[in-house]
């Protein structure tokens, strides 16, 4: 191997990702069904879908661990079936899985990945060090990484595919299981890099992830796009505010969809969080329906309008809510690390 990215400046006209009509077939199932789209230089790009929409297998298409179906990509200008060994060199990847070694420590595994690259010794251990200080993992990293907690090992992956400053980075799902504090951490890290010029595509079920990080947004279902534009058109596309009703006890969920029968045309219930949404139009009487809640004995945590969110937009595109983010539920660090199924390409 040569230098690390020679790649990125082979082509600097192309934009850095393009994706044209991608297919992948798995026997007689489609996962991904004709996935087109192009990310300039230097943006972001979310790829926002519910679990088994197809994100992954797009992203393992785009890093050429998985080889089309049909349909081609170009990352750095370099096709991904003809070109692999360029595209690689160009790229970096965060797959969904953890890909860490677990008996090294996260210096070492730092370390290691740079020698990988063929860079220069004295290169490596200043990288590295920079990497663990810029992940906060400068205190643990004599430490092996079977030792980190989930949030630590999300970190150190994230460390480990950025070792030789790839123009263009995949990340399937970087922030999952993270608590908040550690996902604001990651997101300046990854705003940074994009403010020197990275390229970033990343897949996210939080879409407020997506409405923080990226320029542009796909929605994908079932293998194809569904929606795309900037988070501000997808929601405006979602139209105005809704009507949000929390209702205090579960069991009083059912009954309170009664009440809205007749009173909203058409509402959405979950059970799950106690909360009826509607969308806003003729909420006009907002003070009569509190009122018919009150006569019929069901008490509310709170009721009122709320501006569009990007999850409005994507329960209306594909009629289910998106993965709750780790502010509204007790995730706990294990669930990032995850099998060791994917390697790093
Ligand atoms: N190797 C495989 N063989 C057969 N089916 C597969 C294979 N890999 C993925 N699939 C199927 O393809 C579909 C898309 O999977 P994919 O992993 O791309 O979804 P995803 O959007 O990444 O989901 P998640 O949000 O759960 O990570 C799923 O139905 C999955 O079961
Ligand atoms: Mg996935």
């Known amino acids: 191997m040569t230098t690390p990215h020679p790649a990125a400046r082979a082509n600097t006209s192309a934009p850095a990702i393009e994706a044209e009509k991608l297919v992948k077939k798995f026997g007689d199932f ?11 230089t230097g943006s972001v790009l979310g790829l926002l879908g519910p679990n088994g929409s197809g994100k992954t297998t797009t992203i393992r298409m785009m890093t050429t661990l998985s080889p089309p179906t049909s349909g081609t990509a170009r990352v750095a200008g370099y096709d991904i079936q003809r070109q692999p060994a360029e595209v690689r060199k160009a790229m970096g990847l ?7 070694d677990e008996l090294l420590t996260g210096r070492e595994n730092l370390r290691l990945i740079g020698d ?28 092996v990484a079977k030792s980190y907690s989930g949030g630590m090992r999300r970190r150190l992956d994230l460390a480990a595919s950025l070792v030789a400053a790839p123009p263009v980075l995949f990340l399937d799902e970087p922030t999952t299981g993270l608590d908040p504090r550690s996902r604001n951490e990651l997101w300046d890290v990854l705003r940074d890099l994009v403010r020197e010029g990275t390229t970033l595509l990343l897949t996210t079920q939080y879409l ?18 569904i929606a795309e534009g900037t988070p501000l058109q997808l929601k405006d596309r979602s139209g105005a505010a809704s009507l949000v009703i929390t209702v205090s006890r579960p069991d009083d969920v059912d009954a309170a969809a009664q009440v809205l029968e007749g009173r909203i045309e058409e509402f959405h219930v979950d059970h799950d969080s106690r909360r009826i949404t509607a969308p806003s139009e ?8 509190a009122a018919a809640f009150t006569e019929a004995g069901i008490e509310l945590d709170d009721i009122g ?29 294990a669930d990032a690390a995850t099998s060791t199924e994917e390697a790093r390409a």
């Open 282 to 289: 003729g909420v006009s009487a907002l003070a009569g329906i």
């Open 116 to 143: 990988l690259y063929g860079l220069p010794k004295k290169q490596v251990k200043a990288r590295a060090d920079e990497l663990l200080e810029k992940f906060s993992l400068t205190d643990a990293a004599a430490k």
């Open 208 to 225: 407020d992830e997506a409405d923080q990080l990226a320029d542009n947004v796909i929605v994908i279902d079932h293998g194809k796009v």
């Open 30 to 40: 489609t996962a991904v069904d004709g996935i087109s789209f192009t990310v300039p």
């Open 305 to 333: 309008l709320q501006r569009p969110s990007l999850d409005d937009v994507f329960l209306s595109l594909t009629g289910r809510r998106a993965e709750p983010g780790p502010d509204d539920q007790d995730q706990s660090d």
């Open 94 to 100: 965060t797959a969904q899985a953890a890909t860490v």
